[in-house]
């Protein structure tokens, strides 16, 4: 059993270029959640999909940045115009479900994207 | 705003010994709790998680902690190993939500 998949493991993007980083959940997963984490510190959270839904965005900078989840497919975070400041890695998580007993809020990580901007 | 914070940043230990990692949490109205283990260029793998109605859970040589009347909670590692070594993070996950808020991280050096 597969789990969570991102690609590509390293990116390195000109300024103003874009960035396309994919996530593939694990099997039977429908919830997905992307995260971002600089040098030295904790996970901040971006943006949290289901299948054709964004749910919480409240992570997501205002502009550049895009995520969707379609019906098929993987998931896609899209950073337009990149800046240096966009330089980290970009992680995705996975989980089965909401509520019921212990355990269904966990998040399987997938191994990141590490994102530089040169 | 939500914020979760780790006392210590480094923590070596022998091996064999006992390690505690501690954490301390703000939003009240969190109600699960997890904590991850990430080892260099590899991404957060999950140790064990607690619900808030519990004050204790344990796992194969983990026990997670909860005080809700300090907001604290710690992870504890029994006979602590070199594979050990790594960095972990506590998560909060706010009621009515689904989004992790992590704390910034402890590195955990195990001294063979």
């Known amino acids: 059993n597969a789990g969570v998949m991102q690609n590509p493991r390293h990116l390195v993007r000109r300024r103003g270029q874009e960035a396309r980083l994919r996530c593939s959940p694990m099997?039977?997963?429908?919830?997905v959640y992307w995260y971002r984490q600089l040098p030295e510190e904790g996970l901040k959270f971006m943006v949290y999909l289901q299948k054709e839904n964004i749910i919480d965005e409240s992570g997501m900078p205002k502009e550049r940045f895009s995520a969707e989840f379609p019906k098929e497919g993987p998931s896609i975070l899209r950073i337009q115009q990149v800046v240096r400041g966009d330089s980290a890695a970009y992680f995705c998580?996975?989980?089965?479900?909401?509520?019921?007993?212990?355990?269904?809020?966990?998040?399987?990580f997938g191994p990141g994207t590490r994102l530089t901007v040169t | 705003g939500e914020s979760v914070g780790l006392h210590l940043p480094t923590l070596s230990v022998q091996e064999g010994d006992n390690s505690i990692i501690n954490c301390a949490y703000s939003n009240s109205a969190s109600d699960y709790f997890i904590w991850y283990k990430q080892e260099s260029g590899k991404g957060p793998q999950f140790i064990i998680d607690i619900r808030s109605n519990m004050d204790k859970r344990q796992g194969q040589r983990v026990t997670v902690l909860l005080n809700k009347t300090v907001k604290h909670l710690s992870l504890q590692i029994a006979a602590t190993q070199p594979g050990d070594s790594a960095v972990y993070f506590c998560?909060?996950?706010?009621?009515?939500?689904?989004?992790?808020?992590f704390g910034a991280g402890t590195i955990l050096r195990v001294k063979s």
């Open positions: 998560a909060e996950k706010v009621v009515y939500g689904n989004k992790l808020v």
């Open positions: 998580a996975s989980s089965p479900q909401l509520g019921g007993g212990l355990n269904v809020y966990e998040q399987y």
């Open positions: 099997k039977g997963h429908s919830h």
